[in-house]
């Protein structure tokens, strides 16, 4: 038997300043014009209080972190009951001195903390020093049942790896959240930026196919530099929603702040799985390997 | 240090009668051609000795079936060895009375069988009734080394299945060679058939991004039907082949049986996951539970 399940999920696009309380205030009214137009289950993209401070290697930025909970948990979780919305939000997580990860936590449409998820696949590259800040997630992979459905949560890096989408759609997710900061290293835009959009995008539809899930992801916009002299980032915005077969059904601008909304139907996760049973026919005797890390040495 | 190491692949897209010596011999005749204008590994079709016969559950279609070696490996392995090319050779394999496979045989630029690969994953829809005809394959995932590279083998709906090619990729893959018999049912290519075929191209593009390989998908062409009053499939041809960021370099018509031929760069592999080196950041200590069918019971 069907129940005809639907709500509509939005994803925040921004641009940050280094005003940490000018992001969270700016988070608030995306997350409260959001609800007024109707939307359930509210994304904002990763690290969304502070510009994306992995571009150098500077142990002052570890002033950015917070406890969860905390300022932005308590903020948030009040928005979030005021207009009975849940909010994925994502955060730079103080753990204990010397301890941090890139997290998200799970804002419930009753204010409560529901669930937290740490960043699993930690990236290093010029100008995206993660390796540095983040220890890598501890708490495996999420899937957080609230009112509107189940919520998978994973965060940008993850997002090239098809395990962490399996193992989220396998623990029972419906639509999966990735809040994202990824840009265009300024000179090799023109070459390959293209490129490289599409190659993002394509993996994440091709997880939505292989998973029958809707997904989701939240990325940043605008160009952050971290020195007058450093070529900086051009976050690339295009934050979009597809649905399980991987149609691209709600997609923002590549540079300005907007809220795009789809509406979520769960009955189609039962219908595109029966006409494509993946799931069905997985080889699970055979896939042992996988926690291999090449071959077979 | 890298060695400028590339060859040309070639994926045949063609249509089959009922003539099985006939196609045997059409498919030998693209093997020549392609071998003429420089191929050195060629891809046929899955199934390609008939139509395809799974639309119905009939039990003298396992005359189809034959013994390998046989006469498909032994004719066409007289054309590799003349060309120098290594050929992936999709059967009706027959292992022994009652035990049949859906299998590929990799045959070496000297003729001889270099390697075999049983389809993992076997579907079961209306039209592709191939669960009664092939058990499940019981050799697991292969890279064949021939003297071009690492030929990774799978089978159509295995397509579908990230951790088949992420086992493929990590058994040391560069190019992974999928034979396919895919299709619309007529009734649905209007309102499905678009969506259908664009998420087995972005599933199969994913893959290759995730893992840094060539793919390259054979699919054969023409509508084919098991009695006048079935309303068939239409195969959607559209063979294609794309590089590591999943970028098309090769694609074949809806309709018409032809070759497509694409450089393959075996340091493009190597370039491109130096610049995203996902498969240095893979969790192994988290995957397990992929061996799971769902959730945690």
């Known amino acids: 038997m069907q129940e005809n399940k639907k709500f509509t999920a939005a994803v925040v696009q921004m641009g940050m300043s280094k005003n940490t309380d000018e992001n ?30 992995c571009q150098a290697e500077d142990i002052t930025n570890f002033d950015l972190a917070e406890s969860i909970p905390g300022k932005s948990t ?10 009975r919305v849940s909010v994925i939000v994502p955060l730079f997580e103080k753990k204990a001195p010397g301890l941090y990860f890139n997290s998200i936590v799970l804002i419930d449409n009753n204010g409560e ?31 957080i049942p609230v009112e509107s459905g189940n919520i998978g949560t994973l965060i ?28 265009w290293h300024p000179a090799e835009k023109s ?5 490289q959009y599409e190659s993002w995008i394509t993996v994440q539809r091709g ?13 940043r916009i605008g160009t952050e530099k971290v020195s007058k002299d450093s070529a900086g980032i051009e976050f690339w915005g295009q ?29 189609r996760i039962e219908y595109i799985r029966r006409n494509w049973p993946f799931l069905r026919d997985r080889r699970i005797d055979s896939y042992g390997n996988i926690v291999q890390r090449y071959g077979d040495e």
């Open 191 to 195: 070459k390959h930026g293209k490129k």
């Open 239 to 267: 934050s979009f929603i597809c649905d399980p077969q991987g149609v691209i059904i709600a997609q923002a601008s590549s540079d300005k702040e907007e809220i795009i909304m789809a509406e979520i139907d769960l009955d």
């Open 74 to 83: 308590g903020e948030i979780g009040e928005v979030a009951k005021r207009h």
């Open 24 to 53: 969270l205030k700016k988070a608030k009214s995306f997350i409260e014009e959001a609800a007024k137009k109707g939307a359930k289950v509210i994304c904002l993209p990763e690290l969304f209080r502070s510009p994306y401070f």
């Open 207 to 219: 997880h939505a196919i292989a998973n029958g899930v809707y997904i989701a992801a939240a990325n």
């Open 113 to 143: 903390i529901k669930g937290k998820y740490r960043k699993m696949h930690i990236p290093d590259d010029p100008g995206f020093y993660e390796k540095f800040y983040f220890t890598p997630g501890d708490l495996g992979y999420k899937s």
């Open 156 to 183: 940008c890096w993850d997002q090239w790896y098809p395990e962490a989408a399996r193992l989220t759609a396998l623990a029972g997710a419906e639509i999966i959240f990735y809040p994202t900061a990824i840009g």
